[in-house]
């Protein structure tokens, strides 16, 4: 069976910093474009952070850049989202999803396997 499953979220005050982590099993996705998404109550899933299959490009929603940093340990099977300077505006349910090709995209809808969520809630 497939899974992603991350971890690392947690309540944080404004300023702060997490590392979220997604470990792959049952299959490696080495070959495979990641990403972050996150979805907050009453709002659309929406994509903060993705990569390549290497990891050497990346791409960021506006609301994130220079905050946040999206990298991969293929080695590891593991993706990552480091989120600093965080912002009561960040609180969301934090997904990490694969893609079925190496190309980066933003597109959940290109997106074929998700996890489960983790929560992030930033305190003001």
């Known amino acids: 069976q497939v899974q992603l499953v991350e971890s690392g979220g947690g309540l944080v005050q404004a300023g702060g910093s997490l590392r979220l982590s997604c470990v792959a099993s049952g299959r490696t996705f080495t070959n495979n474009a990641m990403g972050w998404f996150r979805q907050a109550p009453g709002t659309e899933r929406e994509c903060v952070a993705a990569l390549n299959w290497s990891g050497r490009i990346t791409d960021y929603a506006d609301s994130v850049k220079g905050r946040f940093t999206i990298s991969r340990d293929n080695a590891r099977n593991t993706v990552y989202l480091e989120m600093n300077s965080l912002k009561p505006e960040d609180t969301a349910v934090h997904y990490c999803?694969?893609?079925?090709?190496?190309?980066?995209?933003?597109?959940?809808?290109?997106?074929?396997?998700w996890g489960q969520g983790t929560q992030v809630t930033v305190s003001s």
């Open positions: 999803a694969a893609t079925v090709g190496t190309v980066l995209s933003r597109r959940h809808f290109e997106y074929s396997h």
